[in-house]
């Protein structure tokens, strides 16, 4: 099913892209942390909001526009170079499980400290975070911050971990999968069209110029 690509969100004027809207939210929700987690929190916001318009279409819409908010995805205009970096690196990428876009809940968290070990829970949210890390299938522990009896519902990602394990060496597809599960499919949302096939070529017809000349404008173009 399609998606859109405009959304409106509250206190916004008109309609923004999506991924704009998604690099805000990486800026909002965790724009200090590590790369590797700013990637896994773009998809995390992608996968989150698009999850709940499945779930509801008229979210998104002028008459119905994103909540800006703890209780939906905090978002903030102007995001930061490395939010839209972030961003960028992983456009249209999402979470599924069994092909079907999964909640993708995120909270804080718990503080980890450098031994990894988890700590102070200033906002009182490690009670959502879930540990799949290696588990398939119905080993993976579903988030009591959503209905727990969804098939979608694959656990709830820390951003403090998140944090942790991309200063530790883990990229975004690892760190995703340590809080929702080994299974977790990471992809784009559509897959690209295979391209059409080339038309046989006419017997005795000379092949055009065109793409040799278009190649070489190219290559000179790159030498300066």
Request: hydrophobic residues 35%; contains cysteine; aromatic residues 6%.
């Given at each position: 099913m399609?998606f859109p690509l405009?959304v409106?969100v509250?206190?916004v004027?008109g ?6 809207y998604?690099a805000g939210v ?7 942390a ?15 909001v ?12 002028a008459?119905?526009p ?5 209780r ?11 939010a839209?970096?972030?961003t ?5 990428v999402v979470?599924?499980y ?7 809940n995120?909270?804080?968290?718990a ?5 990894g070990k ?6 009182n949210?490690?009670?959502?975070v879930?540990?799949?890390?290696g588990?398939?299938?119905a080993?993976?522990?579903p988030?009591?911050?959503s209905?727990t009896t969804?098939?979608?519902?694959r656990?709830?990602m820390?951003?403090n971990?998140?944090d942790?394990?991309?200063r530790?060496g883990r ?7 340590y ?5 977790l499919?990471?992809?784009?949302l ?6 059409p096939?080339?038309p046989?070529?006419?017997?005795g017809a000379?092949?055009?110029p065109l793409p040799?000349?278009?190649a ?9």
């Open positions: 399609s405009l409106y509250e206190s004027a309609p923004i892209a999506l991924e704009s998604v990486v800026a909002a929700e965790n724009g200090a590590a790369h590797a987690a700013r990637q896994a929190q773009a998809v995390a916001a992608r996968t989150y698009l999850r709940a318009i499945l779930d509801d279409r008229a979210l998104g819409t008459q119905k994103i909540r800006n908010s703890e939906f995805q905090v978002y903030k205009p102007n995001p930061s170079a490395r839209l970096m972030a960028a690196e992983t456009t249209g979470c599924r069994k092909g079907e876009l999964i909640l993708c995120y909270v804080a968290g503080e980890w400290n450098a031994g988890r700590g102070e829970d200033p906002t949210t490690e009670k959502w879930t540990y799949n890390d588990k398939t299938g080993a993976v522990k988030s009591p911050i209905n969804r098939p979608d519902n656990g709830c820390s951003q971990g998140a942790w394990l991309a530790n990229n975004y597809l690892d760190i995703l999968r809080f929702y599960g080994a299974d499919e990471i992809g784009p559509v897959a690209p069209s295979p391209p096939p080339s046989e070529p006419t017997p000379e092949p055009s040799i000349l278009a070489l404008a190219a290559l000179a173009l790159e030498g300066g």
